[in-house]
């Protein structure tokens, strides 16, 4: 297993500790190719694998502010494991949505404060040269005090759910107000039998 990397996005006692994440390897990025092949894959504005199952591959993925070409990238989790993306989906076939909204509408006040902590732990992973191109530009500076998990906007509608893959990826990966109703619903969050090894098996690819 890689070493961990501490990302040190320290700050105010009010805010969340650093996380942890750990390089991509070669094998890493193969598989996020071959699972992402229907869409465009960057890895160049990914800082490392946040979560991995106990295959040892890439379940959620940590992000940068911004991707390699500039534009503006809100979510700082990004779920990339095959098997919680199909159950995931699953739910969301069955209506689940609303009902985890519901969920967070029960729950406001720590709502709020979860997506203000994302807001300023956003703001604390760009890069100096980052920090300092946009400090005057008042347009971008007030999108990220008012964007929340993955680009819900925090000040409107934070009790909006978005997706239930950008809740999932951000519940392992860092925390959710609403985690025991997600884990109840997702049931098992790693697969049983390696798809991942079994994908790169069938494309004869070994692992590095």
């Not at 199909?86 to 720590?110: D, F, G, Q, S």
């Not at 203000?116 to 980052?130: C, F, N």
Request: with cysteine; hydrophobic share 35%; aromatic share 8%.
């Amino acid at each position: 297993m890689p070493e961990k990397i501490i990302k040190d996005v320290s700050g105010p006692e009010e805010f969340s500790p650093p996380f942890f994440c750990t390089p991509l390897t070669g094998t890493d990025k193969k598989i996020l190719l071959l699972n992402s092949a229907s869409r465009n894959f960057d890895t160049e504005f990914v800082l490392g694998a946040a979560v991995r199952c106990k295959w040892g591959f890439p379940q959620v993925l940590a992000c940068a502010p911004f991707m390699s070409d500039g534009t503006p990238f809100p979510t700082v989790f990004w779920l990339v494991c095959p098997y919680l993306d199909k159950r995931c989906a699953e739910l969301e076939t069955e209506h689940k949505i609303p009902v985890l909204e519901k969920e967070l509408e029960n729950n406001r006040e720590a709502v709020e404060k979860w997506h203000k902590e994302y807001a300023e732990l956003r703001k604390k992973l760009l890069s100096d040269s980052e920090t300092k191109n946009i400090a005057n530009c008042d347009a971008v500076m007030e999108s990220f005090d008012k964007t929340g998990v993955g680009g819900i906007n925090r000040l409107k509608k934070p009790c909006t759910a978005k997706c239930l893959h950008l809740q999932t990826a951000t519940m392992l990966a860092w925390k959710h107000p609403a985690e025991a109703w997600l884990r109840m619903e997702l049931g098992c969050t790693e697969c049983p039998d390696s798809q991942c090894n079994c994908k790169l098996l069938a494309e004869n690819i070994l692992p590095e």
